[in-house]
C-alpha cells in the first residue's frame, strides 16, 4: 500500500521550497554567467545526493535560508528515496523556459525505482531563490 505522502510524490510534487518565476532570456546576464549557474545547479543536486545539506544552502538567498532549514531538505530527499529508492546518477542540467527574472534549471536524476528531477531557480545575484525536487513530466 502506498502512502498518502508517497502518493503525492508519485502523482506530482515534492515541494522543498518556493520558487520566483523564470526566463531563459538571459536578461542581460553573460553567457559565461548562465554557464556558471548552469554548473552550480548540477553541484547542488550531487550535495543534495550526498546528503550535504549545509553545503546545499551556501547559495541559498536570504528568504530560501530562513524558509528551507537542513532539516526540512533532508525530509524532502528522504521522501524521494522513499518512493523511488536510492540515487544512481543524474544528468546535465537544462535551462527551463518559465516567465519572470530568475534562471532555472531542470536537472534529471536516476534512482533505483524510477526518475525525478531537481529544479533550482537563482534570482538577482546568482543566488538559488527555490529547490524541488519533482516528477520528471512537471511543468
Given amino acids: 500500500m502506498i502512502s498518502r505522502l508517497t502518493a503525492g ?24 554567467d548562465v554557464e556558471l549557474l548552469r554548473s552550480t545547479a ?31 531538505l533532508a525530509s ?15 544528468a546535465e542540467p537544462v535551462e527551463v523556459d518559465k ?5 532555472v534549471f531542470d536537472t534529471a536524476m536516476q534512482f533505483d525505482r524510477g526518475d525525478m528531477k531537481s529544479r533550482i531557480s537563482f534570482g538577482p545575484g546568482g543566488k538559488i531563490a527555490g529547490l524541488f525536487i519533482l516528477v520528471p513530466q512537471a511543468p
Fill in 9 to 32: 510524490v508519485l502523482a506530482g510534487v515534492i515541494l522543498l521550497s518556493g520558487c520566483t518565476g523564470t526566463s531563459a532570456s538571459r536578461r542581460g546576464a553573460e553567457q559565461a
Fill in 42 to 72: 548540477a553541484n547542488v543536486t550531487d550535495l543534495m545526493a550526498r546528503s550535504d545539506w549545509a553545503a546545499v544552502r551556501t547559495g541559498f538567498d536570504a528568504r530560501l535560508l530562513t524558509t528551507l532549514s537542513e532539516e526540512r
Fill in 76 to 90: 524532502g530527499w528522504a521522501q524521494a528515496t522513499t518512493a523511488k529508492g536510492e540515487f544512481i546518477a543524474r
Fill in 99 to 103: 516567465p519572470g527574472d530568475s534562471i
